[in-house]
């Protein structure tokens, strides 16, 4: 978690239309931006401040919001035709960037970057590994089904699942009210 009260981060999720559904019966807020919002609160380490939302003619959503103790977000989303996710976080002076498809956090961007992910894509498939997308997901429904089972704690908690409502509940009222800014709520505490 960035120590930098200065610190940003970008995201930009770009989810296919066989996964969200028909054009404008799915909700880029609701089905995807919901969960970088969630991971924006873990990485910043910081509750929500404020939010602001507006939504091109595109169907692109893009939210601006500031955090408790300093630092800032800008969250992109639409559905398209092919999916596209990114994470960058600015700390310290420093820039690191997660693509999907990649294992990398650094060098950020440009060529070299480009070279490195497509070295890993086939010391990837030369051995066999799945995708580090794939293999995320198949961690995540292993840790769900643990829950589940009663075997390992719930992680995150209702209070996070709270806090990312909170913000997108902050998010519809800015998109009603011309892109205002709102205060988000303070998240309950345990």
């Known amino acids: 978690a960035p120590e930098d009260a200065e610190a940003t981060a970008e995201t930009l999720l770009v989810s296919d239309r066989g996964r969200g559904g028909d054009i404008g019966s799915a909700d880029a807020l609701h089905d995807l ?12 380490d910081r509750e929500f401040a404020t939010m602001t939302a507006q939504q091109d003619a595109g169907g692109l959503l893009t939210l601006a919001m500031t955090f408790q103790g300093g630092g800032t977000a800008a969250c992109r989303a639409r559905f398209g035709e092919e999916a596209e996710e990114t994470v960058s976080v600015t700390t310290g002076g420093e820039r690191f960037v997660i693509r999907a498809g990649s294992d990398r956090h650094s060098p950020p961007d440009g060529r070299v970057r480009r070279i490195w992910d497509a070295a890993d894509a086939i010391r990837r498939r030369m051995r066999g590994r799945q ?5 995320s997901y198949e961690r995540q429904l292993r840790a769900f089904i643990a829950v589940v089972r009663g075997e390992a704690p719930a992680n995150p908690s209702t209070i996070d699942g709270v806090a990312a409502v909170q913000a997108v509940e902050a998010a519809r009222i800015s998109l009603a009210n011309g892109g205002n800014e709102i205060v988000v709520p303070a998240a309950p505490s345990a």
Request: charged share 25%; net charge negative; proline share 0%.
């Open 131 to 135: 995708d580090s997308l794939i293999e």
């Open 33 to 44: 931006l919901v969960h970088h919002l969630d991971l924006l609160r873990f990485l910043m």
